[in-house]
């Protein structure tokens, strides 16, 4: 196993366009999570899912936003007419909780991210 | 509702000396609170993390976190600092939420190690 994989890890677009990202989980992680990170900035919560099903969505996340997870397994961000806002680094991590109630014991997994610049 | 709070965005130390980077949480319930570093253009790693079991707990690179529940606070600590030390650092809290757990993490304490 390779850990995280994210594509791509860089994009650039023009405002307007939509773009889609992709996140590869390590295989046997039931949890994945997608986080956006601007300059000096912690990670900042988008939503997360548990195996096919997405379980919180940030209020904070417009409608342009949809993320989905087929099967389980890997998952998709989507951005819609993106705005010059939306420029960040997008961040996906993976964690393995062997019952609803577990925390995540052994913490996350990152991917090393897709670069977003709108112009 | 949890938060995060590091205290200091920059913080610079000389090589062997004391690093302690501060952070400060909220939680209503009982929290599980973790360290991570990010080297630039990659993505966070954990260091450490405290999941209700011993309050100082040990991670890699000889850092170490006490989580001291009267101050609500999980400050990470390392005895003398390496070069390879500086690295960007995010305290976090996790907490359960609905079907599941939901990880806030702080702003970041930026950590400069000069020779």
């Known amino acids: 196993d390779t850990g995280v994989s994210q594509n791509p890890r860089h994009k650039i677009t023009k405002r307007g366009q939509n773009v889609t990202f992709r996140c590869d989980p390590i295989?046997?992680?039931?949890?994945l999570y997608w986080y956006r990170q601007t300059l000096g900035q912690g990670p900042e919560f988008l939503t997360y899912?548990?195996?096919?099903?997405?379980?919180?969505k940030s209020r904070l996340l417009s409608d342009r936003f949809s993320a989905e997870r087929p099967k389980g397994s890997f998952s998709t961000l989507e951005i819609q007419r993106t705005e010059q806002g939306d420029s960040a680094m997008y961040l996906c991590?993976?964690?393995?909780?062997?019952?609803?109630?577990?925390?995540?014991?052994?913490?996350?997994?990152f991917g090393s991210g897709t670069r977003l610049t709108v112009v | 509702a949890q938060s995060v709070t590091q205290l200091g965005s920059h913080v610079s130390v000389s090589e062997g000396a004391l690093v302690l980077l501060r952070c400060n949480y909220s939680?209503?319930?009982?929290?599980?609170l973790f360290w991570y570093v990010q080297y630039p253009n990659q993505g966070l790693q954990l260091l450490l993390k405290?999941?209700?079991?011993?309050?100082l707990v040990k991670g890699i690179n000889g850092f170490e976190a006490e989580f001291k529940k009267s101050e609500t606070s999980f400050h990470l600590t390392k005895p003398s600092a390496h070069m390879s030390d500086a690295a960007e650092y995010f305290c976090?809290?996790?907490?359960?939420?609905?079907?599941?757990?939901?990880?806030?993490f702080g702003a970041g304490t930026r950590l400069f190690v000069k020779a």
């Open positions: 939680s209503s319930v009982p929290p599980y």
């Open positions: 295989s046997e992680h039931n949890r």
């Open positions: 405290y999941t209700s079991a011993a309050t």
């Open positions: 899912f548990q195996n096919e099903a997405q379980l919180e």
């Open positions: 976090a809290v996790s907490t359960r939420r609905g079907g599941g757990f939901k990880t806030i």
């Open positions: 991590a993976s964690s393995l909780a062997l019952r609803d109630s577990q925390p995540p014991l052994y913490g996350y997994t």
